[in-house]
């Protein structure tokens, strides 16, 4: 369908299906002009006349597991309904360019494709280059296509936009030249290889596999090679809202950091003659405890506790938003916030102890919500971002209020489970059906 007659048929509701399988419920005329604003912007940019098809991968929240998947742990992860919405079309010449919203365009040329290329680190056209690499791998059919997209999901805000877009440009790939018959464990899997490998960041599987799936997801990576993923039926607790809060501490140079926390869970690992910290006790632990101490430090026990606890409470956390014991979750996730914070350690970066906009946020919450039945808890790989909190959907907006006097308007972001996991919310033309 050209882009004139898509847009028409949009703003009249033909996809509305598809956009409320995306969360789109309470927001349907603006998710409307959204979509056809952006099938207005592809044709400005690329041209009327053409055969486009609409895209939508949302973000992915981490609700239990934090710093557990490295060493084979378990997490339950979410897709949001702030998402990544692309507008494309199939091109003959094998040159993939996406135009993303506010920023210049980015193209791979099939020569890119060939291996990756360090001096084009940390870019878009690294990541594009990187999926279509891992289609070629994989014996996928690989094609040129234009793209516009939009993001609705903020930068810096943990809801992990970078996976969110390896995985929509697998998603167009998939659906305009292999028939969209990969599934979403597939397009996650090529979309790590095309970060880890192309992009240079050296992530686990979970952003991608949440963003992919969709709904709230179960993950099991204690054979990472192939790890167990069960869909939890249902939404999140009942009466709750889950807001994502922005302290908009910084990010920069803290490779280090992170680095440190799979390094020092397989030192302790390494001692038990294992490469991961999977399948240890507690007990286990404790047991050697001074021997661990003095080879390892105090920090990487307190670290390995962590990871053995916190992988214990995410089979808890599922079983509880299975029965919906709606006091048992909110207790959990409490528990975790604090493991994060007294044995993760990662509220804050050592070498900048004088920023601590988590453990800040994290205590303005707890005095917000004080004798009242909520939770919170530091969000995704910490060190500075963003933490989460689950909040009596009456008081959702008064806390919204309150908190965004510390951190400035818009850093809390109301967001909501959707269904759909990587989807084409329109079909064009297919290439290789």
Known sequence: MDPKSLKTSILSGGIDTGLLDCGRKSGLPDARTRCAGAIEAFATLFGSGRAVSLYSVGGRTEIGGNHTDHNHGQVIAASVDLDILA?????????????????????????????????????????IAGVARGFL????????????????????????????FGVMVGNMLN???NGGRIDSTELARIAQFAENTFFGKPCGLMDQLACATGGIVHMD??????????????????????????????????????????????????LFG?????????????????????TCGD????????????????????????????????????????SSLCYLQNGYAAKNPAE????????????????????WRLHGGGFGGTIQVFAPAARTEDYKR????????????????????????????????
Request: proline share 4%; net charge negative.
């Open 137 to 164: 791998d994989r014996g996928y059919a690989v094609g040129g296509l234009d793209a516009y997209t939009t993001s609705a999901i903020p930068k810096g805000a943990g809801l992990s936009s970078s996976a969110a």
């Open 87 to 127: 507008v494309a079309a199939p091109r003959s010449d094998g040159r993939i360019t996406i135009h993303s919203e506010g920023f210049a365009p980015d193209t791979a040329e099939p020569s890119m494709l060939e291996e990756a290329d360090p001096a084009a680190y940390f870019t878009s056209r690294a990541m």
């Open 175 to 177: 659906h305009l030249y």
């Open 356 to 375: 601590q906009g988590v453990p800040l946020a994290l205590c303005l919450t707890e005095a917000f919500f004080a004798g009242e039945q909520a939770a």
């Open 299 to 338: 920090r990487a026990l307190l670290r390995a506790i962590h990871f053995i606890e916190e992988n214990r409470r995410v089979d808890a956390q599922a079983r509880a938003l299975a029965a919906g014991e709606t006091e048992q979750f909110l207790r959990l996730v409490l528990e975790s916030g604090r």
């Open 221 to 270: 990576f204690a054979d990472p090679a192939c790890p167990k993923i069960k869909g939890l039926s249902g939404g999140l607790t009942a009466g709750y809202t889950m807001c994502i809060v922005n302290t908009g501490a910084s990010h920069a140079d803290l490779g280090e950091e992170y680095a440190a926390i799979p390094r020092e869970m397989g030192q302790v690992a390494a």
């Open 274 to 294: 294992q490469p991961v910290l999977r399948g240890l006790s507690l007990q286990a632990l404790l047991a050697r405890a001074g021997e661990i101490r003095r």
């Open 402 to 433: 309150y908190i965004e006097t510390f951190f400035g308007a818009g850093a809390c972001h109301v967001v909501s489970i959707r269904r759909a996991g990587a989807v084409c919310l329109w079909k064009g033309e297919d290439l290789h059906a």
